[in-house]
C-alpha cells in the first residue's frame, strides 16, 4: 500500500496531457483525431484491435503498409475471419512475431462465432479473445468506450519511470506505474490512453527528452534530477544464446524453388521456408536431403528476441523434388508467407 500511495503524491496532471494532446495527437490511419472524438466520431474497434496487435514490438513505420494493406483486403472483421488463415500468414510476413498473426486470425473467427461479429466493449470480455491480454484489452477497451482503465506500453512505462524517478527497473514497479497511471484516468479514457502514449513516442523518447516541451515537466522528478535520461534505469539483461543450422536452397532449373511449410507448433509456425535442420546449440554436422552438386552459398545471421541463429545455406540446381513442399516460382515469391529470415537464407542462395 506504500508503494500504491507514493504514487498519488505526485499526481499526472491529466488537464495539461489532454490540452498537449488536443494540439499535438499524432495523425495514425488507424486513430480518430481528438478533434473528431469532440464532434462524435467513435473510433472503429477492428482498425484499433488490427493495429495494437501489430504494433506489438513493432514500430508505426513498420506497420503503416501491413495495416493499410490488411484493411484493403479485409476491411472488416468478418473478412479476415472468413480469409484463409495462409492468405493472412501471406500479408503479415515480414513483421515478425509470427503467433500475431495466428492469433489474429483465431480472434476474427471467436468474434465472429462468440460474439456476432462485434467486438466486447470491456477490458474484462475482451481477455478472453484469443491473442488478447491486458494491455491490448485495456486499449481497445479505453480507445474505443472510454472505459477508465489504466493503458500502459512500453512509452507510458518509459513516461511513469521517469515522472516519478523510479530508482528500480519498471518491470520491478509495475504495480506502482500502473496505479499511478490509474489514478489519473480522465473521463476521456481514450484521448489519454493516446496522449500518453503519443509522449512516450514523440517527447519523452528513449534517446532523448525534451522537457522544455513537455505538459508533465513541472512535476516530473526526472527532470529535477537534472538527467531524466537515467529513467527507466535498465534492467540487467541476460545475454542471448547463439542456434545455429543448415537451410538448403533447391533451385529448379525452370526458375522456381523448392519451399515448406514449418510445423503447426513452435517458432514460426505455419509460416513458410526452405528445407532445413534443426536448430542447435552447437553446429550440427550437415546432412543433405539428397545427393548431388550442393555448393555452400554463405552464412545468415538473425537475432531473435532470445536468441541469435546462424544457418550455413546450402544451394543446388536440381529437378528431384522432395516427398514435401512444392515448387514456387521465383518471381512469385512475394506471394509466399516468408518470414525475413527465409527471405535472406534465399538471397544468399542466389534467389533475387
Known sequence: MAQIASAQHSPIDTDAVLAWYDRHARDL????????????TRPNPYFVWLSEIMLQQTTIAAVRKYFAAFIT?????????????????VQWAG?????????????????????????????????????????????????????????????VDRVVARYLA?????????????????????????????????????????RRANCLLCPLEPGCLGTKTGNPLAFPVPPVKAARPTRYGH???????????????????GMLAKMTEVPGSAWTVTQPIVSFP?????????????????????????????????????????????REALPSLFRKVLKAGGVA
Request: aromatic share 8%.
Open 247 to 265: 537451410a538448403f536452397v533447391i533451385r529448379h532449373p525452370e526458375g522456381k524453388v523448392l519451399l515448406r511449410q514449418r510445423g503447426p507448433k
Open 290 to 334: 539428397f545427393t548431388g552438386g550442393w555448393h555452400e552459398a554463405g552464412e545468415v545471421n538473425h537475432t531473435f528476441t532470445h536468441f541469435h541463429l546462424t544457418l550455413t545455406v546450402w544451394s543446388i540446381t536440381a529437378d528431384n523434388p522432395l516427398d514435401e513442399g512444392w515448387w514456387a516460382e521465383e518471381v512469385m515469391l512475394d
Open 29 to 40: 490511419p488507424w486513430r480518430v483525431s481528438p478533434a473528431e472524438r469532440a464532434r462524435g
Open 166 to 206: 523510479l530508482p528500480r527497473p519498471v518491470r520491478e514497479e509495475k504495480p506502482l506505474v500502473r496505479a499511478t497511471v490509474q489514478h489519473a484516468v480522465p473521463k476521456r479514457a481514450g484521448d489519454f490512453a493516446q496522449a500518453m502514449m503519443d509522449l512516450g513516442a514523440t517527447i519523452c523518447a528513449p
Open 95 to 155: 513483421l515478425g512475431y509470427y503467433a500475431r498473426a495466428r492469433n489474429l486470425h483465431a480472434c476474427a473467427v471467436a468474434v465472429m462465432g462468440h460474439h456476432g461479429g462485434v467486438f466486447p466493449t470491456t477490458a474484462a470480455a475482451l481477455r478472453d479473445l484469443p491473442g488478447i491480454g491486458d494491455y491490448t484489452s485495456a486499449a481497445i477497451a479505453a480507445i474505443c468506450h472510454d472505459e477508465a482503465v489504466a493503458v500502459v506500453d512500453g512509452n
Open 73 to 89: 483486403l479485409w476491411p472488416t472483421v468478418h473478412d479476415l475471419a472468413a480469409a484463409p488463415l495462409d492468405d493472412v500468414l
